[in-house]
Structures are given as structure tokens and as C-alpha cells.
T-cell receptor, first 112, second 112 residues
């Protein structure tokens, strides 16, 4: 079954700790994306990657970092520099930048 | 800059037709997407428009007018399961590359 997986579904962390969210896809898609969604709001783009070993900042990249060492994987690290990290994080992929995006189930991160 | 507007909430009756509007302002328009998102879940792709006109897919249709910066999603024969948020998203090219901008979403409630 092809798809995008994100783990874990729920994640709790203490303030000041870095945390890494996993995103894996077996759709053979070149492009991958990370979004953040806050309650009652739309999605905001954090980072995206068109190909392996390359990624670009989105609108709200500050306090986040990514890597793209393999085509299938695009992990997101939420650093302690992110002032308001509690949110719903969604990973997506597409065939290329022109294609529609397929989303993973999301990770709900709570930082206290 | 980029800006996308959608109504915050709409209510309709089962079996009826509803039109959800989206207006946008971008510098380098390169396509408009509609997604459906049920509460607490990931968005799922509904439709894509890059040229002016109507795209029909079963009970769902989407219209685009690039000169007016306007799109709508039309849902026919509404069912209770159509209660969800509907997100309008624009793919935009600027000096820094590509960016995806999502609107705030329209929460649709379908009543019996």
C-alpha cells in the first residue's frame, strides 16, 4: 500500500527540548513538504524539498530544521528556538512541484 | 505578497447545493487546489485548476477565473459526511522559488 506515514500521532515534550518528527513516503514522489496548522487556521508552509539533498524555506521556517538524505524521508526537527511549537504538523509529498499534494495523517505536538 | 480569503463558516441542508468561494492575490499564480479536511485529520485532495473554467468530478466541481483572482468549489447533493473544512490553496512562484499558500478554510456544516 503506497502512502505517507508520520510518527508518532501524538508527541509531548518539555519546553527547551528539541524534537524530531518523522515523515516517510513510498509513493516515489520527488517533492516533500512540511506544514503547521493551528486551531481554526489554514496550513502554513515550513519547509519543502524538490529533490534529495536540497530543501527550501517556506513562510515560517524560523525555529525549524529539516534534512533530505533519502528520497523517502523528510524529517522535521522542532528546535528550542521555536517560540510556539504546540501545533498539528502535516507532511505531504507530490510527484513534482506541479502535482497535487498527498498528506500524511499528521503529528500533534504539545510542548509544556 | 500573497493573500487568500474564504468565508469562515457555512451551513447547508442535506441534499442541497453549496458554493464555497475563494479569492486570492498572488504575484506568480501557478495553480489552485481545493482540499477537504475532516476535524483532526489530514487534508485530502479534491480538485485542481490552472486554466480558467469549470472542472467537474462527480458531486464536486471547481471553477477558476484567473483575471478575477477567484475560484469556487461547488458541492451537489450534499451528504452528512460532507461536513468538513474546505481549504483553498494557491501555488505561487516568486523570486525565491515556489510557495504554497493555503487559505484559512471554510467550515461547512451539513444539517439533516
Amino acid at each position: 500500500d503506497g502512502g505517507i506515514t508520520q510518527s508518532p500521532k501524538y508527541l509531548f515534550r518539555k519546553e527547551g527540548q528539541n524534537v524530531t518528527l518523522s515523515c516517510e513516503q513510498n509513493l516515489n514522489h520527488d517533492a516533500m513538504y512540511w506544514y503547521r496548522q493551528d486551531p481554526g487556521q489554514g496550513l502554513r508552509l515550513i519547509y519543502y524539498s524538490q529533490i534529495v539533498n536540497d530543501f527550501q524555506k517556506g513562510d515560517i521556517a524560523e525555529g525549524y530544521s529539516v534534512s533530505r538524505e533519502k528520497k523517502e524521508s523528510f524529517p522535521l526537527t522542532v528546535t528550542s528556538a521555536q517560540k510556539n511549537p504546540t501545533a498539528f504538523y502535516l507532511c505531504a509529498s507530490s510527484v513534482g512541484l506541479a502535482g497535487e499534494q498527498y498528506f500524511g495523517p499528521g503529528t500533534r505536538l504539545t510542548v509544556t | 505578497g500573497q493573500n487568500i480569503d474564504q468565508p469562515t463558516e457555512m451551513t447547508a441542508t442535506e441534499g442541497a447545493i453549496v458554493q464555497i468561494n475563494c479569492t486570492y492575490q498572488t504575484s506568480g499564480f501557478n495553480g489552485l487546489f481545493w482540499y477537504q479536511q475532516h476535524a483532526g485529520e489530514a487534508p485530502t485532495f479534491l480538485s485542481y485548476n490552472v486554466l480558467d473554467g469549470l472542472e467537474e468530478k462527480g458531486r464536486f466541481s471547481s471553477f477558476l477565473s484567473r483575471s478575477k483572482g477567484y475560484s469556487y468549489l461547488l458541492l451537489k447533493e450534499l451528504q452528512m459526511k460532507d461536513s468538513a473544512s474546505y481549504l483553498c490553496a494557491v501555488r505561487d512562484w516568486d523570486n525565491y522559488g515556489q510557495n504554497f499558500v493555503f487559505g484559512p478554510g471554510t467550515r461547512l456544516s451539513v444539517l439533516p
